[in-house]
C-alpha cells in the first residue's frame, strides 16, 4: 500500500501567523483528503482535493498528483485551529475505498 | 443533511468481555467504512463495505472482530473477546461512492482495563 509522510510533525503559531502543511505519497492517488481532528476527536473533512487548489475562507489547498504531494495552506491562524490536521490518500485499483491517513501535524495557536 | 451517526460515544469494559458499536451512515451513501484509531496515530481501515458486501476487510483481526451491515445501511462492529491493545477510538464514515470523499462520525471511545 501507499505510504503517507506528513510534515511538520509539530507546529506552535501565534494568533494571525500563517503556515503551511505538507503532505508526502509514495505512490499517485486518485482520492487525496485533509482533515481536522478537534479537541473532542471529530474528523472534520477540510478538502476533497486529488489535484489542483481549492479555497475555503481561510484554508486553501494545493495537490501536485504528478509529484505525489500535497500542501494545506492556513492564513491568520485563530485559537480555534489547533488540533491535528490528517492528510489521507487512496491509490485506486484493488484498495477500493481505502483512505490510507499520514501521522498528523499537530498544531497549537496561542493567543 | 444528517451526518454519520454513532453509538454509544465511550465504552470501557475489561478484557476478555464483548463490546458493539453502531454506525448510521449518511443517508443515500452506499459505501461504509470502519477505523481504528489508536492514541497519537492516523486511523486505519478496518473494513469497507459496497452496501451490505464486504470489499476490504484485510487489516480486520478477524479471530476476534467482526463487522455486518445486513440491509445495506447502518452497521454493528464487534470485538469480542477484547484485548488491552484494542483500546482506541472506533471510527465510522460513509462515502456516496467507493473513492469518493469520505465524511466521518464522532467515534467511539473503547477503554479496555
Known amino acids: ?111 | 443533511e444528517a451526518g454519520v451517526a454513532q453509538s454509544p460515544r465511550y465504552k470501557i469494559i475489561e478484557k476478555r468481555q464483548s463490546v458493539a458499536f453502531w454506525c448510521n451512515p449518511i443517508s443515500g451513501h452506499a459505501t461504509l467504512y470502519w477505523y481504528q484509531q489508536i492514541l497519537g496515530q492516523g486511523p486505519k481501515l478496518l473494513i469497507q463495505f459496497q452496501n451490505n458486501g464486504v470489499v476490504d476487510d484485510s487489516q480486520l483481526p478477524k479471530d476476534r472482530f467482526s463487522a455486518e451491515r445486513l440491509k445495506g445501511v447502518d452497521s454493528t462492529l464487534k470485538i469480542q473477546p477484547a484485548k488491552l491493545e484494542d483500546s482506541a477510538v472506533y471510527l465510522c464514515a460513509s462515502s456516496a461512492r467507493s473513492g469518493g470523499d469520505q465524511f466521518f462520525g464522532p467515534g467511539t471511545r473503547l477503554t479496555v482495563l
Do not use: M
Open chain 1, 1 to 111: 500500500g501507499i505510504q503517507v509522510e506528513q510534515s511538520p510533525p509539530d507546529l506552535i503559531l501565534q494568533e494571525g501567523a500563517n503556515s503551511t502543511l505538507r503532505c508526502n505519497f509514495s505512490d499517485s492517488v486518485n482520492n487525496l483528503q485533509w482533515f481536522h481532528q478537534n479537541p473532542w476527536g471529530q474528523l472534520i473533512n477540510l478538502f476533497y482535493i486529488p489535484s489542483g487548489t481549492k479555497q475555503n475562507g481561510r484554508l486553501s489547498a494545493t495537490t501536485v498528483a504528478t509529484e505525489r504531494y500535497s500542501l494545506l495552506y492556513i492564513s491568520s491562524s485563530q485559537t480555534t485551529d489547533s488540533g491535528v490536521y490528517f492528510c489521507a490518500g487512496n491509490a485506486g485499483g484493488t484498495s477500493y475505498g481505502k483512505l490510507t491517513f499520514g501521522q498528523g501535524t499537530i498544531l497549537t495557536v496561542h493567543p
